[in-house]
């Protein structure tokens, strides 16, 4: 393992390019482990793994987005040698694209090209009803009905002491951003699913308001967690050639 923020990395010979991942609100790195298997042999997969789940379940997850950000870009600094992407689902969209910004302002390589996933623009984002400082009561009863979230871990002590505050903290990432007005100057691909209750497609379409170049949307079928049943459609016909 390169360093506790990378995991399930996959190393090629004579990489040409690297894909950095970010997870979900309550994600983890895993969520990306066998991406590689979709890739050519001249593309690294990187998934990040962020405080609080799997390694490193024992620190406090980030609320913050600045110094989630910041941290990221300290740990990945060393693998920017070579040409690199970002992905990144639901929240993980709204850290790709903040990333980028960051790395712009700090004059140092930018991603050739962005993924945001399933992803709520900030303009939009800035107007949606807060949930991450709802009591205890009201936040799992938000988090019923949530795709991806089995409501049977509610029953389980370590439920509450590590996945719930790892959640709310992601929550607050994302709850509590406001986008600068610059444009990104490099290309983003903006994916998604046709029934996503919670990121529409119309609210999708509204990404073209970040990139000074046009923004390609691509919707599959599925869910707010479409991304599941769709891995290798996404990353050889999507991914893979954006990155050729």
């Given at each position: ?18 894909l950095f991942c970010l997870p ?221």
């Open positions: 393992m390169l360093n506790k923020w990378i995991k399930y990395e996959c190393i090629r010979k004579n990489p040409r390019i690297r979900y609100a309550g994600g983890n790195a895993m969520f990306y482990s066998k991406w590689s298997n979709n890739f050519s042999e001249d593309i690294e997969v990187y998934p990040v793994q962020l405080p609080g789940r799997e390694n490193r379940i024992g620190e406090h997850a980030i609320s913050e987005i600045n110094e989630l950000c910041d941290s990221i870009i300290y740990a990945i600094k060393p693998y920017l040698d070579i040409p690199f992407a970002i992905f990144g689902h639901s929240m993980g969209g709204i850290v790709s694209f903040e990333l980028a910004r960051k790395l712009a302002v700090k004059n140092m390589p930018l991603p050739k090209i962005i993924f945001i996933s399933a992803t709520v623009p900030p303009h939009i984002l800035e107007k949606c009803e807060k949930t991450y400082n709802l009591s205890e009561k009201e936040f799992l009863k938000r988090l019923v009905g949530y795709d991806n979230i089995n409501t049977e871990m509610f029953k389980f002590k370590e439920f509450y002491e590590y996945f719930l505050p790892t959640l709310r903290a992601d929550f607050k990432v994302v709850e509590t951003y406001k986008a600068a007005k610059e444009k990104l100057s490099c290309p983003i691909v903006v994916c998604g699913g046709n029934n996503d209750s919670f990121v529409p497609v119309e609210f999708l379409k509204e990404w073209n308001k970040y990139s000074e170049k046009e923004v390609q949307i691509k919707i599959f079928e599925g869910n707010h967690f479409y991304i599941s049943n769709n891995v290798k459609e996404l990353c050889s016909s999507i991914i893979q050639k954006n990155l050729d």
